[in-house]
């Protein structure tokens, strides 16, 4: 026969082991994270407080934003736009890789593993590669990262 120790251990074990298995469900399962999340209506865009309620409004009744845009797209300059091989098919995944000029090594080590894999025709991955404002800058990094 078990002793009271042992019995109370046990249970204490057993207890855990549940509250173990309940945490890891509520996660699986993204109860957590709707635990946690913000109504569109109450949503503030940090750190410039923009309300993404009323900015949204604003630009479907065609008015203009009350903000300057953060990352004005019309400025960037594309060195090579490929076309799309995926144009007339549907295209469920899209992965973007975002990567400085300098991280060539880091491009490759993805093309040579999960990046080399055949396109199956649902999934395309895309690296987009920033080009530095300061080209003397960028000759001094890629020196030090030989």
């Known amino acids: ?7 109370k251990s046990l249970l204490c074990r057993r207890v855990l082991a549940l509250l173990a298995l309940i945490l890891t469900s509520a996660w699986i399962s993204g109860l957590s994270d709707h635990l946690y999340e913000i109504s569109f209506r109450e949503f503030k865009w940090p750190p410039y407080e923009i309300d993404v309620l009323a900015e949204t409004s604003r630009a479907m009744a065609g ?3 009350r ?30 890789v975002k990567s400085a000029s300098f ?9 040579q593993t999960w990046g080399m894999r055949e ?5 395309e991955i895309v ?18 990262m030989k």
């Open 63 to 65: 008015e203009p934003p």
């Open 103 to 111: 991280n060539k090594k880091a491009r490759e080590a993805i093309r």
């Open 119 to 123: 396109s199956s025709g649902a999934v």
């Open 1 to 7: 026969m078990y002793s009271l120790r042992a019995l």
């Open 67 to 96: 903000f300057l845009v953060l990352n004005n797209w019309n400025l960037f300059h594309s060195i090579r736009e490929p076309e799309c091989r995926m144009w007339n098919q549907t295209l469920q995944l899209l992965i973007i």
């Open 127 to 144: 690296f987009v590669v920033g080009k530095p404002e300061d080209a003397d800058v960028a000759t001094k990094r890629s020196y030090l």
